[in-house]
C-alpha cells in the first residue's frame, strides 16, 4: 500500500470507513484485501510482485486469485505464464474492480450525514483518558 | 444473532454488505462486532447474557465495552453492578448505536446500483464450477 507522505491522519484522527465484503456462505468473491490485490496486479503485471507490494504472501495472492476466478462468471485475473508471472486484469476484473471502488465512494458520500454526528461523540485525541467501565 | 426462519439465502445468494468500522491507529471505537453487543446489551440488560448471546466471552464482551467507553466522550454502557451485571446503554450509547445503524442503512441503498451491477457479474449458484487461476 501507497504511504502518504506528511500524512498524520493514521494516529490522529478518528476514520469511519466501510469495508465491503461480498460473501455467499465462507466463500468471499471480493472485499478490502482482494481489491487491493487486483490493483496491485494491474500496476505490477504479476501476482508474485502485487502479493509483495501489498505485504501478502505470494501462496496467499495465489489464492485469493483462486478465490476471485471461482466466484465470477468471468475471470478477474488472467496469467501467461507459469503461478502468476505475466498476469494482467480482463476486462471483468476491470469492471469488478471499479464497480467496488464505486461502491466504497458513493457510501462514503451517502453516509456523510451520519459520519459527522459521530464525529461529534468520539474522544479528541487531546482529551483522551481511559475510562474503563463506567 | 436472531436466525430467520426459513431463509436459505445465507447459502444460496451472493450477499453485498459494508462492515463499518470507526477506527484511530489500532483503536476500535465502533464495528460490526460491537454494534451487535451493544444491541445485545439492549436486550439482556447485562454483559455477560449479551455475550453469551452472541457467541462471545465473556472476557471478550467486557473489553470490548472497556474500549467503546475509553472512545467516546460519554460512556456508551453503564454498569449498575460488579463486572456487567445490571448493564445498561447510556443516552450516548443509544445515539451511537442508532448512527451506526444508519451508516449501514444508507449506505446499503446507496449503492444500490454498484450491487446490482456486481451481481450481474457473479457466478450463479447452479453455474459454480471451480475455474482456478485462468
Same mark, same amino acid.
Not at 465470477?72 to 469488478?96: D, I, K, N
Not at 456523510?112 to 482529551?127: D, E, V, Y
Given at each position: 500500500?501507497?504511504?502518504?507522505?506528511?500524512?498524520?491522519?493514521?494516529?490522529?484522527?478518528?476514520?469511519?470507513?466501510?469495508?465491503?465484503?461480498?460473501?455467499?456462505?465462507?466463500?468471499?468473491?471480493?472485499?478490502?484485501?482482494?481489491?487491493?490485490?487486483?490493483?496491485?496486479?494491474?500496476?505490477?503485471?504479476?501476482?508474485?510482485?502485487?502479493?509483495?507490494?501489498?505485504?501478502?504472501?505470494?501462496?496467499?495472492?495465489?489464492?485469493?486469485?483462486?478465490?476471485?476466478?471461482?466466484?465470477?462468471?468471468?475471470?478477474?485475473?488472467?496469467?501467461?505464464?507459469?503461478?502468476? +508471472?505475466?498476469? @494482467? $486484469? #480482463? =476486462? !471483468?476484473?476491470?469492471?469488478?474492480?471499479? %464497480?467496488?471502488? /464505486? *461502491? +466504497?465512494?458513493? @457510501? $462514503? #458520500? =451517502? !453516509?456523510r450525514g451520519p459520519i459527522r454526528? %459521530?464525529?461529534? /461523540? *468520539?474522544?479528541?485525541? @487531546?482529551?483522551?483518558?481511559?475510562?474503563?467501565?463506567?
Amino acid at each position: 500500500m501507497v504511504k502518504k507522505a506528511g500524512s498524520r491522519k493514521k494516529s490522529g484522527e478518528w476514520q469511519v470507513r466501510p469495508r465491503w465484503r461480498i460473501t455467499r456462505a465462507d466463500q468471499i468473491a471480493l472485499g478490502p484485501g482482494k481489491a487491493d490485490l487486483l490493483d496491485a496486479i494491474d500496476r505490477t503485471h504479476a501476482i508474485s510482485r502485487a502479493a509483495d507490494e501489498i505485504g501478502m504472501s505470494y501462496r496467499r495472492g495465489w489464492l485469493l486469485v483462486a478465490e476471485m476466478n471461482a466466484s465470477f462468471v468471468e475471470p478477474l485475473v488472467t496469467t501467461s505464464r507459469w503461478r502468476g +508471472e505475466g498476469a @494482467s $486484469l #480482463t =476486462a !471483468a476484473g476491470r469492471r469488478a474492480l471499479r %464497480l467496488y471502488r /464505486l *461502491l +466504497e465512494a458513493t @457510501s $462514503l #458520500t =451517502a !453516509a456523510r450525514g451520519p459520519i459527522r454526528q %459521530l464525529h461529534t /461523540l *468520539l474522544r479528541a485525541p @487531546s482529551n483522551r483518558r481511559r475510562r474503563i467501565g463506567s
